[in-house]
């Protein structure tokens, strides 16, 4: 239809359904993501990309094919399943186990009506051996010439599977030139298209940690603090959850960087958010280190309740205070203040909670310092 109504050729057309399919991939995909996002599902997102990459080519591929299965021109769309399938592989970087290979080419064989036919298993055997090695090109992705390998390979693989096609339709030499020539322009519009959404997607992930994290001790900061506190506290009202937090300044510190200069405070900043992150890692992972301000750090506990707090938040106390900093051969010795709450029926948004670990802070400082105010 496209050239006996448009004037366009197959090959364009072809172009365009190709790009199409693989935006609509990436749109379900982001779309899927930002759903397990939005419940608070942890996943491991690798998985969760080969999972439905390989559903999502599985029924692009089958539902094309089984318009023509069982045809003379059963061939036609070999080109697409050759993409996608160099999209699993090398794209998704998607790892499947030979013995699995062989009942999914028998299936698809058995789908495709060529079960028997020798240049069907020839086209089968050459299929495995191409997904292997497109496999082993990207785990060497990192060398010299990437695209190159990733091109010769199908030269190499997709003459060998245009010949067993050419064999078994009986197809012109033409034929097979032609649909050879489309296969690797294919592969080219492919490499460029997915690196330049990978090239997009890392843009972002660079640009949302600048936005999330504090540039001078790694850790989250306020944008952070405040994003996370609002999920954390809608979760724990609406369902009766625990939720405590935990605030802490360095005390004297002004002092610090009037007397030893602001490069001194900035060691003693990263020094501080070192300890009380190992702190957590060897505690709970869950648990979460905010910069919320100068010298002010937060940490939220999720369904932690207000004893159960007490043990992370004794051994950041005592990690701290028992920690000095060497600057230009002089010791600084640190103490921290520190204001402990959990989340109560009296908090009506999360700055109602924030104000009262706040107010334990200010308790601390104003009693003397270094010493923990919970209740």
Known sequence: MTWSIWRVSPFISGVFFILGVFTLYQVMYDGLKTVLRAKKIKVDEDKINSYFGVIYMGIFIISMQATIVGTPVSWQFMNFQLIALVFCAYFLNIHVPYYIFFPIMVAYMFFNGSLGYWESWCHGVTLVAYYSSLNIIRRRQHSDYPFVAYILSGVFFGSLLWFFML????????????ELSYFIIFQVLLYSYVTMILRDSKLKLHLLEFANHDALTKTENYAAYVTEIRSLFDLSTKNNLHLSMMMFDIDHFKHVNDTYGHLAGDKVLRHVAEIVQTVIDEND??????????????????????????PIVRQIFMAVNHSDVEVNGKTISLTISVGVSTISQADLEPNDFYARVDGNLYHSKKNGRTQITAN
């Not at 064999?167 to 032609?178: G, M, N, Q, V, Y």
């Open 167 to 178: 064999i078994k339709f009986d197809l012109a030499w033409s034929t097979l030139f032609e």
């Open 285 to 310: 992972p869950t648990v979460k280190l905010f910069r919320t301000g100068g010298e002010e750090f937060n940490v939220i506990f999720p369904g932690y309740d207000l004893p159960s707090t007490e």
